[in-house]
């Protein structure tokens, strides 16, 4: 059983910062990548960045420059720093992991249960 536990989320203003975290939890063999998604009442869920065990990351355009991912793999935990809010960054914001339970070959995507971001104009 795996779990990913977001925290973080909230209500800020136009230009101001919130820390999300997510914690993997379970038997896990190894994660292969973290991410965040987010969606916006009436759009599709859409990737705001991920990072690799090796910490590559990637960064959807909405995101870059403003929005930085890390990585705690001791601690099995992603953390997305968003700086300069706006209202458009407004969404449910989704943990999502990629990882590698022992004894499979394959890899699986687990999703937290969402984590609320309203920015006030």
């Known amino acids: 059983q795996v779990q990913l536990v977001e925290s973080g989320g909230g209500l800020v203003q136009a230009g101001g910062s919130l820390r999300l975290s997510c914690a993997a939890s379970?038997?896990?063999?190894?994660?292969?990548?973290m991410g965040w998604y987010r969606q916006a009442p009436g759009k599709q869920r859409e990737l705001v960045a991920d990072?690799?065990?090796?910490?590559?990351?990637n960064y959807a355009d909405s995101a870059e420059g403003r929005f930085t991912i890390s990585r705690d793999n001791a601690k099995d935990t992603v953390y997305l720093q968003m700086n300069s809010l706006k209202p458009e960054d407004t969404a449910v914001y989704y943990c999502?992991?990629?990882?590698?339970?022992?004894?499979?070959?394959?890899?699986?995507?687990?999703w937290g249960q969402g984590t609320h971001v309203t920015v006030s104009s």
């Open positions: 999502n992991a990629r990882l590698l339970l022992p004894g499979s070959v394959y890899d699986y995507n687990y």
């Open positions: 379970g038997t896990i063999f190894s994660i292969i990548a």
């Open positions: 990072i690799t065990s090796g910490g590559r990351t």
